[in-house]
């Protein structure tokens, strides 16, 4: 679960790019964060992440409160939260097996659970078959599923997900949305911050829009 409560953002500059923000986001809720460039959507997400800390406020994500978590903390926190982003940051010198692998030979795990975890992720996003090939071999939806797949094979309570559909066509789109609410159906909560009206307003997820920094709506648009 995600909690905003009142949180602000302001940097040193003195630009606030949150104002009192409020919402909550429940396990196995999907929602869509939109606004212009520059509304707020990615210093949102960076706080999720942990890449920046409020200014005021109080943020709150499956119970921790990340205002007072310490620094040695953050590494184990990130594990629980997927995330994923629009130009897939993939590498193009290892599998598609390899690139999924990644977060969890960072973390150690045995090469047995690797296996089986990463062969599990590519088998949800429909990859398994092409786990040996290298990322270039493959289109630019096949490559958002392995950007989902590396995202979620550390089994997170939470997926992020940064214009994830913003270089797919329209098809693609709604594939990467449909495996989206697969992940939704199974307990995640699931953010997508995104400029696709289109798309969104085909779904019926809650919409949270930013503007200049204030949360201005939170609602549910018609299927």
Do not use: C, W
């Amino acid at each position: 679960m995600i909690e905003f409560d009142n949180v602000s953002k302001r940097y040193p500059d003195g630009h606030e790019a949150l104002s009192q923000v409020s919402f909550t986001l429940a396990a196995g809720e999907m929602a869509f964060l939109t606004g212009h460039s520059g509304a707020g959507k990615s210093t949102l997400l960076k706080l999720i992440m942990l890449m920046e800390r409020p200014s005021g406020g109080q943020l709150r994500v499956n119970s921790k409160n990340l205002n007072s978590l310490h620094k040695s903390q953050i590494p184990y926190y990130r594990r629980r939260v997927g995330v994923v982003f629009q130009n897939h940051q993939l590498l193009f010198d290892r599998s598609v097996f390899d690139n999924v692998a990644l977060p969890l030979q960072v973390s150690g795990v045995e090469r047995r659970d690797i296996e089986r975890r990463v062969r599990a992720a590519l088998d949800k996003v429909g990859l398994l078959s092409k786990e040996k090939l290298n990322p270039v071999q493959l289109s630019g939806g096949e490559q958002q599923r392995i950007g989902i797949a590396r995202a979620v094979v550390h089994t997170p309570r939470i997926l992020l997900a940064d214009e994830p559909t913003g270089n797919l066509d329209p098809g693609l789109s709604a594939e990467i949305m449909r495996l989206f609410e697969d992940f939704k159906n199974v307990g995640v909560s699931v953010l997508v911050a995104t400029h696709d009206i289109a798309l969104i307003s085909t779904l019926d997820e809650r919409v949270l829009t930013l503007d200049h920094g204030r949360l201005s709506e939170a609602t549910l648009v018609p299927a």
